[in-house]
T-cell receptor
Framework: QQQVKQSPQSLIVQKGGISIINCAYE??????FPWYQQFPGKGPALLIA?????SEKKEGRFTISFNKSAKQFSLHIMDSQPGDSATYFC?????????????FGSGTRLSIRP | NAGVTQTPKFRVLKTGQSMTLLCAQD?????MYWYRQDPGMGLRLIHY???????AKGEVPDGYNVSRLKKQNFLLGLESAAPSQTSVYFC???????????????FGPGTRLTVT
């Protein structure tokens, strides 16, 4: 059972464009929604995270939009740069009640064309 | 501060062989996790630990065993390797302190395992 569904599987965006990755979840007990970024040959690293009591979280060029009623959230990368080329994972956690376990989406391979 | 380290980085096993993957963290984190990463399937939790001497099963525990004898180390064992266990294995750690970032998991660089 895939608790966090992510799309698209791959994405190509021109430099300077907006990259958008979407995710949907099923478990209403989730209370923490992080995005992880992974470069080839490296482990994932936290990029940005949001709790469901806010609809948007912005850090620099990265923004999470959250729709609690639709159980969907998305990552927007503004002014996309070649250095943003990586695999992005959305995720969800029910926090301390679940030993802070994280359920990951299947990943999106993002390529930014110069 | 090395963060989370994993040994070995690469390993090739024959079917039926056994091996142990070692994860070490120097951040004094309470929680530790083992994941496997396969193409198109994201990261799936194998086993995890919420403290020294404790372990629990994750989403895909079959064929693996773990031990957490010391707080800083988390070992993943394969008793009889199978080709289906060919994957990249990641270890992660976290420390719950009551803020948003405390759910953050810090990942190691991974171990690429091939079972022939």
């Amino acid at each position: 059972q895939q608790q966090v569904k992510q799309s698209p599987q791959s994405l190509i965006v021109q430099k300077g464009g907006i990259s958008i990755i979407n995710c949907a979840y099923e478990n209403t007990a989730f209370d923490y929604f992080p995005w992880y970024q992974q470069f080839p040959g490296k482990g994932p690293a936290l990029l940005i995270a949001i709790r469901p009591d806010v609809s948007e979280k912005k850090e620099g060029r990265f923004t999470i939009s959250f729709n609690k009623s639709a159980k969907q959230f998305s990552l927007h990368i503004m002014d996309s740069q070649p250095g943003d080329s990586a695999t992005y994972f959305c995720a969800a956690s029910a926090g301390y009640s679940s030993a802070s376990k994280i359920i990951f989406g299947s990943g999106t391979r993002l390529s930014i064309r110069p | 501060n090395a963060g989370v380290t994993q040994t070995p980085k690469f390993r090739v096993l024959k079917t039926g062989q056994s091996m142990t993957l070692l994860c070490a963290q120097d951040m004094n984190h309470e929680y530790m996790y083992w994941y496997r990463q396969d193409p198109g399937m994201g990261l799936r939790l194998i086993h995890y630990s919420v403290g020294e001497g404790t372990t629990a099963k994750g989403e895909v525990p079959d064929g693996y065993n773990v031990s957490r004898l010391k707080k800083q180390n988390f070992l993943l064992g394969l008793e009889s390797a199978a080709p289906s266990q060919t994957s990249v294995y990641f270890c992660a750690s976290s420390y719950p302190t009551g803020t948003l970032r405390t759910y953050e998991q810090y990942f190691g660089p991974g171990t690429r395992l091939t079972v022939t």
